[in-house]
């Protein structure tokens, strides 16, 4: 129990406590409600902090690091092919760099999970871009599941298959840069983009500009020949 003195001229008289209209215990309350409040904000604050560096368990975003494979196959006058892959795991996501025997590097991504092949030749002002098919797939997983086990392969001459795919240029309708992903918007940042279309053949009107010669582990080599269609 609490009691208050009230002093006078002749003697010392017990009193109600008073301070301006407040109780004791009123005014008790105050801090013990300020005390509450910043225990529960310091545990909210270690809570967040724990969750945040994961020693609570929470699941955390697994990356997966960047992957170099190297490939290497003769042509067929026996001349060294070599060519190399960045493999991105984490966004399906594979990048050719195709050396020519002129010592000229051209590079071609492959964006699985966007089904898009974007073509960048190295003597060339612009990209081309065509959307992937079922063998597309079948190449490019050769080498998004080998990868995790080897980095080099060695592919022979007569062990090797060779396919031929023609694309004709549709250079009247130029692709709008900004709707690709980030990655192809990088790759050619400096150059025009034009559709492809997949044909038999350009046909005996149509001259064959250029081709890329890309080489899977799978052992199979695809020459992509590239002809401009009329506008």
């Known amino acids: 129990m609490v009691r208050c003195w009230k002093h006078s001229e002749n003697s010392l008289e017990e009193a109600p406590c008073t301070d301006g209209g407040l109780s004791f215990s009123t005014r008790s309350y105050f801090p013990h409600m300020a005390f509450w409040i910043g225990l529960s904000a310091t545990l909210l604050l270690v809570l967040l902090t724990l969750g945040l560096t994961g020693h609570l368990g929470l699941p955390e975003p697994h990356f997966q690091p960047l992957q170099i494979v190297r490939i290497s196959v003769p042509d067929q006058s026996g001349i060294l092919i070599n060519q190399s892959a960045v493999v991105d795991k984490q966004n399906d996501m594979v990048t050719f760099s195709v050396t020519s025997p002129a010592n000229q590097t051209s590079m071609v991504v492959f964006d699985v999970k966007h089904g898009l092949i974007c073509y960048k030749p190295v003597d060339q002002g612009s990209c081309f ?103």
């Not at 079948?138 to 022979?156: C, E, G, K, M, Y």
């Not at 023609?166 to 192809?184: C, Q, R």
């Not at 025009?192 to 149509?206: D, F, L, V, Y």
Request: glycine share 4%.
């Open 129 to 231: 871009l065509r959307r992937m098919e079922q063998s597309d797939y079948d190449n490019v997983n050769s080498i998004l599941r080998d990868a995790t086990h080897q980095s080099q392969f060695q592919l022979s001459v007569n062990g090797t298959q060779r396919q031929t795919e023609f694309l004709g240029v549709l250079a009247a309708t130029p692709v709008n840069v900004s709707s690709l992903e980030k990655p192809l918007q990088a790759l050619c940042q400096d150059r025009s983009i034009h559709w492809t279309r997949r044909a038999e053949g350009p046909g005996k009107q149509r001259l064959v500009y250029f081709c890329i010669d890309i080489c899977f582990p799978s052992n199979i080599c695809v020459s992509v020949c590239f002809y401009y269609l009329p506008e």
